[in-house]
């Protein structure tokens, strides 16, 4: 079930690439494209099924990067704070920032459950909800 949900946030992380985007603004590309989509893979993956046969020294070193993700996303949200946009982006932003503290705690905790639950939740939302209203669906090439 969870590698279900978390393949679900991926897909829609990627049909957000794909999307032609209305108001391009390259430094929030640059942004999501560097920072705040790698940070999210890393801390997901805290949540996430572990890779069959990982060594406890792999489990150490994904947590570790879960949790280094966790606090990037805090900065990707404050980040994103400096490119404001009318509507609900702060919103969206700070969600951000907050499923990165609460993620972090989960992370340092090692504890999957709560880290897959933020994941999901805040995490999956701040990313959801700013994409759906501030990236329109993908126009087709003509
Ligand atoms: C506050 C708004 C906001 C939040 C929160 C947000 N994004 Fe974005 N994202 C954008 C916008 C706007 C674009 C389109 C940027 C452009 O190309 O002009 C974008 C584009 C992207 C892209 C495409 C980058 C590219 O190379 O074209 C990816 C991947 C992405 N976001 C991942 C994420 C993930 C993962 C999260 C959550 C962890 C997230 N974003 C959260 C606003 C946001």
């Known amino acids: 079930m969870r590698r279900v949900l978390l393949a679900l946030v991926l897909l829609s992380v990627a049909g957000a690439a794909a999307a032609q985007v209305v108001n391009h603004d390259i430094a929030v ?7 705040v989509n790698p940070a999210a893979l890393a801390f997901w993956a805290g949540g996430n099924d572990p890779p069959e046969g990982e060594t406890p020294a792999e489990a150490e070193a994904r947590w570790a990067e879960a949790v280094k993700g966790a606090q990037a996303l805090q900065a990707g949200g404050r980040a994103l ?18 499923g990165g503290e609460t993620g972090e705690a989960a992370a340092r905790a090692k504890d999957m459950d709560a880290a897959f639950t933020i994941g999901g939740d ?6 959801n909800g700013c994409h759906k209203a501030y990236i329109p669906s993908p126009v087709r090439p003509q």
């Open 29 to 35: 590309q640059a942004l999501m494209a560097t920072r």
């Open 81 to 98: 704070l400096q490119h404001s946009r009318p509507g609900r982006w702060d919103e969206y932003a700070r969600l951000l920032i907050e």
């Open 122 to 127: 805040q995490v999956y939302n701040a990313c």
